[in-house]
């Protein structure tokens, strides 16, 4: 592992991929069965995060503010504001859960949540995540241990055949739904937390509705205790794992920094064969473990000369750092959204928390972008090959059917990381 | 304190249409039943074209890291567009238990340092202003020191609207900008756009026809803006409002101060782009300007004709159901109508008093004016017998299940449909959307479904 920088060493962000908790929390929601989340702030706050999500998934996406004014602002606890949004939202539509969540301004305010949430006589999951703390990936991961918190019920009974799946924010839609068949394939029942895999995943529904369309519904929440495997993926995942096992701490635990590549798709594989007994994985496991080993040699020629600039949440770069690294490729300068322990697993010669401005003073650095749409504009001003992943991707369709995870994700995306990077020389010798 | 803009102020805005009716278009939003954007980001759109100025959001991560790279706001700045850029304080926990003021000011020194703005605009948000960071006294000493404006803007988000945003930002472009140089020289046919942002380029739709004319654009608010010119906006003969409301304040005021008279205009459609550069022609009030106007709209309505002339065969008879907000309810209708549809039916949900008179003219008595588009808009394309739903993705639905062609207008647009070059871009888009097989065939059933 190379050198770790932890701390920007400046005084602003300039060209910035940092993404805020508030909606680090509003996506976790959209995971939860006709959810509507409640977003405690100014309505600009609410505004940004629906277009922003809406361009992402090239769907609509259900949220809602409590508008907070400068009068509220000042006068209210946020009782008023809340209890008054709640109304308004059951008034025209019957969401089974609300996910009050806070932002920058109701947490400078100090709005006690708690409290709060304790005089509306509906269902409720509260959430603090402002936006002056933290990122996308970790109001993903708070939401998701306080919906864990508040709504599972505990129980010391278990069912071995029954396993909870906790995914970092990075999962796209399609990246959960594998996983969950992953783990289907070695006999269990298998249930996320949340599920963007049906609610996000751009399926086209009877109608459209208000509210979210699929993901984990409130009563398989309420009964996840009994889960006898808990499957956490990515180190934001961690606390929620925790707090899932305080609720019936016979349950065992196997925690995943991530699941791409050969290492870590064997590590799972050998972990779920002995969870379940059983000798061998089924047919097609076994069939795209090879296809990945072929994939990784056919693309190891162009992966091996290429350098690479991974831009991110930190749970995304461990993950797409490992399976690139695998194949040879030289991951010269991970750029990290946040600081976290994970930064410490990333294989890069350079780990760094920072802006898109950095990467553009290293340009010198790397041939090839892995990263978010913002990295496009730097991409073209420099001539370097270019993978689009994570949020936000408004350019392209089809961000929530990419799959770079376990064995088959890894194989097509060690191609296209290789393809692009063969593009990218193609077209430099024209220059 | 008495450069900062008075809320309530912008809010009572006297050269409004609404303002003696009370309209609800300025009141507070409801928890729980409201969409829309905020004060900062109606600052924001009004700001940012400036690609030579530098736009510094002083807050936390959501206001400024969902929001940049959003808006194709075209600029022929030879510089770095600095449009294209983000730049924020980024405030963190410690900010806001020690104020943000010491990061404000070293990150100007940084950016002014580095990218060499012709100004920095830095904007105040909800938890800057709510820790009381003083943006005002931060943007004088950087000004003082650096040599170049400075212009703090007021718009935190729980100010209010988007609308009342961008009023505050033109508060701030009057206070700090405006005036405060001479132009290098002086026509009599010199103008300034209010409220055109140029988003995929709409004002280059236009601006060289005045230019042909000899009208010159001495500044504007913002779109393709320089700094400098807006500095010696007081100079100009007329400002020229774009289909937008809320920088009427600074315009009267304007008016008030140094005597600019306005107009408000719309280049949407062949019809309004000819009464709009007419109006212009008229405004600055030269019999010779105007007859040349005249001989320009006439070659270019005469051009235009030629150029649809195969898009109003396919277009012909079909009948547009508008779903969209504001003077879009009117300025698509009439563009619309111009390429040959007829529009049976407009939104006015989010329209004032003034676009609803404006709707019901273009649409005549027997158009439907909606209130309530969402549950009307299915019923009104079986009634009329539609064939095109222009509205936004959510009613993409509404669309597939009357197996009918969709075009989305409220999507951030790539194309410019302004002037009348624009009108032939909408009139593509719509021919490709009308001859789009594909509601018909995403609505089939599946084999296992009866």
Not at chain 1, 353 to 371: K, M, P, R, T
Not at chain 2, 85 to 98: A, C, K
Request: aromatic share 6%; net charge negative.
């Amino acid at each position: 592992m190379g050198e770790v920088m932890r701390k920007p060493d400046k005084p602003l962000q300039v060209n910035p991929f940092r993404l805020s908790q508030p909606m680090g929390a509003a996506l976790a929601f959209l995971g939860i069965d006709r959810c509507m989340p409640l977003m405690h702030g100014g309505m600009g706050c609410t505004s940004f995060t629906k277009v922003f999500l809406t361009r992402h998934f090239c769907e609509p996406i259900a949220i809602q503010t409590t508008a907070v004014t400068d009068v509220t602002a000042v006068l209210d606890g946020g009782d008023g504001s809340i209890v008054e949004a709640v109304q308004n939202i059951t008034k025209k539509v019957a969401p089974s859960l609300i996910g009050l969540h806070s932002t920058g301004l109701t947490e400078t305010k100090g709005d006690d949540l708690r409290g709060v949430a304790s005089q509306v006589d509906y269902p409720l999951v509260y959430v603090h995540s402002t936006d002056y703390e933290g990122g996308l990936e970790s109001g993903w991961g708070k939401t998701t241990k306080a919906l864990i918190e508040q709504l599972v019920e505990p129980t010391t009974a278990t069912r071995t055949d029954k396993a909870v799946l906790l995914p970092h924010v990075s999962l796209t839609p399609i990246e959960v739904e594998k996983l969950k068949e992953f783990v289907v394939l070695f006999g269990f029942e298998v249930h996320a937390l949340p599920d963007l895999s049906t609610s996000l995943d751009g399926h086209l529904g009877e109608k459209q509705s208000a509210l979210s369309s699929g993901g984990t519904t409130v009563e398989v929440i309420s009964e996840l205790a009994d889960a006898g495997l808990v499957l956490s993926v990515g180190d934001s995942m961690q606390p929620s794992a925790a707090a899932l096992l305080k609720k019936n701490p016979s349950m065992s635990h196997l925690h995943l920094n991530h699941v791409q590549g050969l290492s870590a798709t064997d590590e799972l594989a050998s972990a779920l064969l002995e969870a379940s007994g059983l000798e061998q994985p089924p047919p097609s496991v076994v069939r795209w473990r090879k296809r990945l080993q072929d994939a990784m040699l056919d693309s190891h020629f162009s992966l091996g000369q290429t350098r690479i600039l991974l831009v991110g949440e930190p749970d995304f770069l461990a993950g797409a750092g490992k399976v690139l690294s695998e194949a040879g490729a030289r991951i010269t300068l991970a750029l990290s959204t946040v600081d976290s322990p994970q930064l410490n697993n990333i294989p890069a010669d350079r780990v760094r928390v920072g802006d898109l401005e950095d990467a553009e003073a290293l340009q010198e650095d790397y041939d090839l972008i892995v990263g978010n749409c913002h990295t496009e504009a730097l991409a073209h001003r420099f001539h370097k090959g270019l993978v689009l992943r994570g949020y936000p991707s408004w350019e392209v369709v089809g961000n929530q059917l990419q799959n770079d995870l376990l064995y088959e994700g890894g194989a097509y995306f060690l191609c296209e990381v290789a393809n692009a990077a063969e593009h990218m020389r193609a077209a430099k010798h024209k220059f | 304190m008495t450069r900062k803009p008075k809320i309530r102020d912008l809010l009572d805005e006297s050269a409004c249409t609404h303002s003696p009716t009370k309209k609800n278009a300025c009141n507070a939003p409801t928890p729980g039943a409201t969409t829309g954007g905020c004060a900062f980001e109606g600052s924001q759109i009004s700001l940012f074209p400036y690609a030579d100025a530098a736009h510094l959001v002083h807050g936390p991560m959501t206001c400024v890291g969902a929001s940049w790279e959003t808006r194709l706001t075209h600029t022929s700045w030879a510089g770095r567009d600095l449009t294209q850029m983000g730049f924020t304080t980024g405030i963190t926990t410690n900010d806001v238990v020690f104020g943000g003021e010491e990061k404000l000011r070293s990150s100007i020194d940084y950016i002014v340092e580095r990218y060499a703005p012709e100004a920095v605009f830095v904007y105040s948000t909800c938890v800057t202003a709510m820790i009381g960071d003083d943006i005002d006294m931060v943007c004088k000493q950087a000004a003082e020191a650096h040599g170049i404006p400075m212009v703090p803007v007021h718009a935190p988000g729980f100010v209010g609207s988007k609308n009342l945003g961008s009023r505050i930002a033109g508060e701030a472009v009057l206070t700090h900008l405006v005036g405060t140089q001479e132009p290098e020289t002086s026509s009599p046919f010199d103008i300034n756009l209010i409220g055109e942002y140029n988003v995929t380029g709409d004002m280059w739709q236009y601006t060289p026809l005045l230019e042909e004319l000899g009208i010159r654009v001495l500044s504007t608010l913002s779109g393709d803006g320089r700094v400098a010119h807006i500095r010696s906006a007081h100079r100009a003969k007329l400002n020229v409002i774009v289909c937008a409301k809320s920088l009427v304040s600074l315009t009267r005021k304007m008016q008030e101060r140094y005597g600019t008279p306005f107009i408000s205009v719309s280049f949407y459609g062949k019809r309004d782009t000819s009464a709009s550069i007419l109006a212009i022609a008229e405004a600055l009030g030269d019999a010779e300007l105007v007859a040349r106007t005249k001989q320009l709209i006439t070659r270019e309505e005469t051009r235009l004709a030629q150029q649809l002339a195969p898009y109003r065969e396919i277009f012909e008879g079909k009948k547009a159901v508008l779903n969209t907000g504001g003077n879009k309810s009117w300025s698509i209708a009439s563009a619309l109508q111009d390429l040959g549809f007829e529009v049976v039916a407009t939104s006015v949900k989010k329209a004032t008093e003034a676009d609803k008179e404006k709707a019901r003219e273009y649409l005549g008595e027997a158009g439907i004016l909606m209130t309530n588009p969402g549950q009307e808009q299915a019923k009104v394309i079986d009634q009329t017998g539609a064939d095109l739903l222009l509205a936004g993705g959510r009613s993409l639905f509404t669309a597939i299940k009357k197996k009918i062609a969709f075009a989305d207008v409220n999507q951030e647009k790539k194309k410019s449909y302004g002037g009348y070059a624009g009108l032939l871009n909408l009139a593509e888009d719509l021919k490709n959307a009308l001859q789009n097989p594909v509601f018909k065939n995403v609505a089939r059933r599946a084999p296992w479904e009866k």
